[in-house]
């Protein structure tokens, strides 16, 4: 299982995604590296307008004019050794194997992302048949079960969306993502548009399913304290670029990042005692015309001589990356004095 | 005022002001500076083709169709005024009435106009001209068709005073004792002018059509000079069979025109809500498509100054 | 393949959820109801559209079968059987508005509807009874055609904003739509009927022919059908062309049609079970509410063909001030027109499942 662990599931390199809806093209992914482990929940965070739904778009290739990904690579690793495969070259008839067979979404909106004239059954074998070959029978059989996991009973197959409520449709979209036992489930803030109690209700039952399923997690969500709970790793994002990644626990204990530092202050923790809420100052930037330097210097409480002059890189730190000057400048003294001596 | 960016709302505009300006002066310019008349019977001259002395030639009874032109041109746009008028009043009563008085109220003006809208407007149009038989002239029909044209405006204007009913400004307005009146005159009519001016827009338009349709078919004003009626006397003194086009060419190609730029200003005004109904501009398609990472066609080089040295996580 | 199954704890909010064959009755049920408030929706428009048609001759001045009477013996000379017709219709002066009324509603639910003056001794229904097949035909293929056509090509447009096939057809049906109907109907009689003489300019058939199923006859009725026909189509595709697309262009952003994309589901079943499937709602919906205005511009289309339908007998009954004609012409083309709608919504209800939870 540990050995498992190690196993990388999907790789992004250098990932640039652009919106061209003007004549001066908007980054809103600059250079996004990240790395899936096997088995592993990948928490994403940052504001909206961040580019953490523009980056797991691209990475699916769901993305949608006037987004366009214009450089990077995704590699997704087959099982067993198997050479990985770029999702970015694939042509569309490979991806469209490939797709909920490995890799399958859960939107934020179930009412929207429910087709609203077809019934729940429909939408469960359409996409059983397409990759399993299943008959139709067959394909509404494997559907009840799959609703059962989640708790739906399996009449509800013969219902429209807009005749389930809200929690139970949530949790009808999460059944569909494992209807072909997927390697990865993308989840874009599968809980937002549900109340809080329905919200640990479902966190609660992914996780099960995980466990006893196998499959990876991207989970977006501009919530850290709930990424907290479920994620193994986390990456925090700032106006299209990767500020900080590492372990869930430390990244929560330990921030490194001024602006994880500020985002941990705005929301109160799921467990433990209250603490007091504090608001990040200023508000995101605007993409289209990005401060000088490292984009978060304006709003941020420790900003020092380099910050509005250079754009840090994402660096190894502990056991986790961190792109901030804070950290960099002490690093980079160290080497200064390791090349002196 | 200043114009739209949206090229197709500019054109619909411009447009309908060019013929305001006809309708304006034009009749004026015709018949004192060009000497043309509507109304001069030429038998000698009669159905004779485009030329010096009739721009856009003559009738079967020698009148110049240029001059008729322009002269109904005035009548055109005045029953579409003052219908288009009409209707937009009533459209806004009953459906900013219904929407926000919400309730019985507004099941009863919404059955009224659902039942108002399906019954057909142009049977109900041609009956109702049909007895009063040309009496009081172009304004009565103006009127009549206003009276049956209501109901589309009205399901709209409900739908955008539903969307506005519970906004702060209305509260507010009914927190410090406003009447229901006063809310509906006061805060919810301005702040729906723009749709209210653009569903003007398309009355007018829609009340042109009609009227030129009564006309047609000999109901309405006939004898005084309009489009339609010019229509009706082509019709009837067999421009068609006898392919003198440029009788019944001219006051309908003014009506499509017309048509056409309404056309353009609602399509234009889709576009400004929903800019997705538009494509990008030439240049910015090339450029995404440019710069576009390509698909197993060739092989990617690594971008240059890749900011990081170390392998990332893990 | 096992499946782990989750005791649904978490189900807490299952509404009381009812076994499938009952579900199943509650909807038929719904469905069932749907159509019952439409029913009596058209009903009560119906009830409207007679009570309308007694009403506006009697909101005239004075005593309105006099009058009509005086009128209409301007232009002829009326018959002693025409003339107590006109009373019956229009009221016998001094009887009490309301006996009136109840007589006219047995009038109407007999079809009586008096003698023709145009086509005297000919009885009103009789006319019309030639004429409305004619007018359903005509509308009923053209509005089908049309919708079916423009709706087509709208989700190709719409699927593909700013294409080749976008940029041509999309502004060209766009301006054929913004014509007047009738000078469309002028131009193509000019153009294909005097000018190349390919097709005849008006009629429902050729007048050598003696109505029979025959061959002959058949390709005449085609052969006459043709111009109207293309009026209609040509006129009102570009309203269902430029609706469907812009409802395209909506509805391929929503997040069912990007999860049908992420599901790996074949480009035409994207783009047709999820994008287009919904795309088409707010059209057919739509389409029951322009049957009366698609029946009033084919009323003037057919005055120009003179093609023997309703539209031209209503040209006929005013010029020559047939009254009694116009009044039952009016109530028919009405009647037709809501039963039309009244199908039109049916069928909305049975692609739209939320159309049935909703009251109106």
């Not at chain 1, 970015?88 to 859960?106: F, S």
């Not at chain 3, 050729?206 to 040509?234: R, Y």
Request: hydrophobic share 45%; charged share 15%.
């Amino acid at each position: 299982m540990t050995t498992r662990h190690q196993e990388p599931l999907l790789t992004v390199r250098g990932l640039h995604v652009d919106y061209f809806d003007r004549a001066d093209p908007v980054h809103a992914v600059s250079g996004v590296d990240l790395t899936l482990l096997r088995g592993e929940t990948l928490g994403i965070v940052g504001e909206s307008g961040c580019g953490k739904s523009t980056l797991v778009t691209a990475v699916t290739r769901l993305e949608r004019p006037p987004a366009v990904t214009t450089a990077g690579s995704v590699l997704f690793h087959g099982k067993d050794g198997a050479p990985p495969v770029d999702l970015l070259t694939l042509t569309d008839r490979q991806l469209g194997a490939l797709r909920w067979e490995k890799i399958a979404v859960v939107f934020q909106s179930a009412m929207n992302a429910l087709n609203p004239v077809l019934r729940l059954g429909a939408q469960f074998s359409d996409v059983l048949r397409r990759h399993r070959g299943l008959s139709k029978k067959e394909a509404l059989t494997r559907a009840g079960e799959l609703l059962g996991m989640v708790g739906i009973p399996a009449d509800r197959l013969r219902s429209y969306a807009h005749e389930l409520s809200g929690g139970m449709r949530q949790r009808a979209t999460i059944a569909l993502a494992l209807a072909c036992e997927p390697d990865l489930v993308v989840m874009d803030e599968p809980t937002t548009a549900v109340d809080v109690v329905m919200q640990r209700q479902i966190l609660r039952q992914v996780s099960r399913l995980k466990r006893e399923l196998g499959f990876s997690v991207i989970f977006i969500t501009h919530d850290l304290s709930l990424l907290i709970e479920i994620a193994d790793r986390i990456a925090v994002m700032y106006a299209g670029k990767v500020v900080e990644t590492g372990p869930a626990r430390q990244l929560y204990t330990d921030p490194k990042h001024p602006y994880t530092e500020a985002l941990r202050g705005a929301f109160p923790p799921l467990h433990g005692p209250r603490r007091e809420i504090t608001g990040i100052p200023g508000s995101p930037p605007g993409l289209r015309v990005l401060p000088q330097g490292c984009a978060f210097h304006p709003r941020c409480a420790h900003r020092f001589e380099p910050c509005d002059r250079t754009t840090p890189p994402l660096l190894a730190l502990g056991a986790g990356e961190a792109a901030c000057h804070l950290h960099q400048t002490v690093r980079g003294e160290e080497d200064h004095h390791a090349r002196v001596s | 005022m200043k114009l739209p960016g949206n090229p197709k709302v500019r054109i619909g505009i411009c447009v309908f002001a060019f013929f305001a300006l006809v309708a304006l002066v034009g009749p004026y310019v015709v018949q004192n500076l060009m000497g043309l008349s509507p109304s001069d019977v030429h038998t000698a001259d009669a159905m004779q083709g485009p030329s010096g002395a009739h721009p856009l030639g003559t009738t079967a009874t020698g009148e110049d169709v240029l001059a008729q032109l322009v002269v109904g041109s005035r009548v055109s746009l005045l029953v579409g005024l003052v219908a288009g008028l009409v209707t937009t009043a009533l459209s806004v009563l009953v459906g900013v009435a219904g929407g926000y008085l919400g309730g019985r109220a507004d099941s009863v003006l919404t059955v009224l106009t659902n039942i108002c809208l399906v019954i057909p407007g142009m049977p109900l149009l041609i009956i109702i001209a049909s007895y009063v038989q040309g009496r009081g002239g172009w304004l009565t029909v103006a009127l009549i068709i206003g009276l049956t044209a209501w109901p589309w405006g009205a399901r709209q204007k409900r739908a955008q005073t539903l969307s506005l009913r519970h906004r702060d400004f209305v509260t507010a307005a009914e927190m410090t004792g406003e009447s229901r009146w006063g809310v509906i005159t006061r805060e919810l009519i301005p702040s729906l002018a723009p749709i209210i001016s653009v569903s003007f827009l398309g009355a007018v338009v829609g009340s042109m059509f009609a009227d030129a349709g009564l006309s047609f078919i000999g109901l309405g004003n006939i004898n005084i000079t309009s489009w339609g009626s010019m229509l009706y006397w082509a019709q009837n003194g067999s421009a068609l069979t006898r392919g003198a086009w440029w009788w019944f060419v001219p006051p309908g190609a003014c009506i499509a025109v017309i048509g056409v730029a309404a056309g353009l200003i609602n399509f234009g005004i889709d576009e400004i809500s929903n800019p997705r109904l538009r494509k990008p501009p030439k240049k910015v398609r090339d450029r995404a498509e440019a710069a576009k990472l390509r698909r197993r066609t060739e092989e990617r080089a690594e971008p240059a100054t890749a900011p990081k040295a170390q392998e990332a996580t893990s | 393949m096992a499946v782990p199954v989750i005791n649904p704890a978490g189900a807490a909010d299952a509404a009381p959820a009812p076994d499938g064959r009952r579900a199943g009755r509650a909807a038929r049920l719904r469905s069932v109801r749907y159509i019952v408030r439409r029913l009596g929706f058209y009903a009560c428009a119906a009830w409207i559209a007679v009570t309308l048609n007694f009403l506006i001759p009697r909101l005239m001045p004075g005593d309105p079968a006099s009058a009509l009477i005086a009128q209409m013996q301007q232009k002829q000379a009326l018959s002693g059987d025409q003339v107590a017709s006109i009373y019956r219709l229009f009221g016998t002066p001094g009887e009490p508005l309301w006996n009136q009324y109840v007589t006219y509603l047995g009038q109407v639910a007999h079809f009586d509807f008096g003698i023709s003056v145009a086509y005297y001794p000919t009885p009103v229904w009789e006319v019309i009874r030639t004429g409305l097949p004619w007018t359903i035909g005509l509308v009923g293929l053209t509005a089908i055609l049309s919708f079916l056509i423009g709706t087509a090509a709208g989700v190709v447009s719409g699927s593909r904003v700013g294409s080749r096939f976008d940029s041509v057809v999309t502004p060209a049906s766009m301006f054929l739509g913004s014509l007047p109907y009738f000078w469309v109907a002028l131009l193509l009689v000019m153009a294909f009927g005097v000018q190349l003489g390919w097709l005849p300019i008006g009629g429902g058939y050729d007048g050598d022919l003696v109505p029979s199923f025959s061959g002959p006859f058949l390709a005449s009725v085609v052969s006459h059908g043709i111009l109207p026909a293309l009026t209609m189509v040509v006129s009102s595709l570009g309203g269902w062309l430029v609706g469907m697309r812009n409802m395209m262009v909506t509805t391929v952003s929503e997040d069912y049609v990007l999860l049908a994309r992420a599901k790996g589901l074949s480009k035409g079943r994207v783009m047709f079970q999820y994008a287009a499937r919904n795309a088409v709602l707010p059209s057919v919906a739509g389409f029951a509410l322009t049957i009366g205005t698609v029946v009033s511009g084919q009323l003037l289309v057919e005055i120009v063909f003179a093609y023997p339908g309703v539209g031209y007998l209503l040209y006929q009954a005013v010029s020559s001030v047939d009254y009694p004609l116009m009044q039952a012409l009016f109530l028919n083309v009405s009647l037709s027109v809501l039963a039309a709608n009244f199908l039109a919504d049916s069928v909305y209800g049975l692609i739209d499942p939320r159309a049935r939870e909703t009251r109106s």
